[in-house]
């Protein structure tokens, strides 16, 4: 290969990325029963969350409490899917047979407390259960500062 400054540069944008892929890191949330566990988990941007246990349940994100701009997830019932988040902020999502007895759960990516805090809170859908679940968010952050 003719080195010069384009391949140089290349070069420089390979070793990043693939640091950045060696220090990414997958966290494992298990269904368990009618509960993923742990029901919050703390992420880097760039890591990714996999759903273990899965059968009978699914993780779908609830639309309007994931960062703006987020890509939202749904996973076939059953799936074990894992999902890789990037941008920063936090993340509600319930099992949908399961939403009314409190299968939820959050992911927080990065900066504690996540800047859509306050849009999660003033959600109309942060009551009943999911409210239950924006209230655990929000004892875990404290515990997290
Ligand atoms: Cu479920």
Same mark, same amino acid.
């Given at each position: 290969?003719?080195?010069?400054?384009?391949?140089?540069?290349?070069?420089?944008?390979?070793?990043?990325?693939?640091?950045?892929?060696?220090?990414?890191?997958?966290?494992?949330?298990? +269904?368990? *029963?009618? %509960?993923?566990? /742990?029901? $919050?988990?703390?992420?880097?941007? #760039?890591?990714? &969350?996999?759903?273990?246990?899965?059968?009978?349940?699914?993780?779908?994100?609830?639309?309007?409490?994931?960062?703006?701009?987020?890509?939202?997830?749904?996973?076939?019932?059953?799936?074990?899917?894992?999902?890789?988040?990037?941008?920063?902020? +936090?993340? *509600?999502? %319930?099992?949908? /047979?399961? $939403?009314?007895?409190?299968?939820? #759960?959050?992911? &927080?990516?990065?900066?504690?407390?996540?800047?859509?805090?306050?849009?999660?809170?003033?959600?109309?859908?942060?009551?009943?259960?999911?409210?239950?679940?924006?209230?655990?968010?929000?004892?875990?952050?404290?515990?997290?500062?």
């Amino acid at each position: 290969m003719l080195i010069n400054k384009t391949n140089i540069a290349g070069l420089v944008l390979a070793s990043a990325l693939w640091s950045q892929i060696a220090m990414a890191d997958v966290v494992e949330v298990k +269904a368990v *029963v009618t %509960k993923f566990e /742990p029901a $919050v988990v703390f992420i880097k941007p #760039g890591d990714s &969350v996999k759903f273990t246990n899965m059968a009978g349940h699914d993780t779908v994100a609830i639309e309007g409490m994931i960062p703006e701009g987020a890509q939202p997830w749904k996973s076939a019932m059953g799936e074990e899917i894992t999902i890789t988040l990037d941008k920063e902020g +936090a993340y *509600v999502y %319930k099992c949908t /047979p399961h $939403v009314g007895n409190g299968m939820l #759960g959050a992911i &927080v990516v990065g900066k504690v407390p996540p800047a859509n805090l306050d849009a999660i809170k003033a959600h109309p859908e942060n009551k009943g259960m999911i409210g239950r679940a924006v209230r655990q968010l929000e004892k875990e952050l404290e515990a997290h500062k």
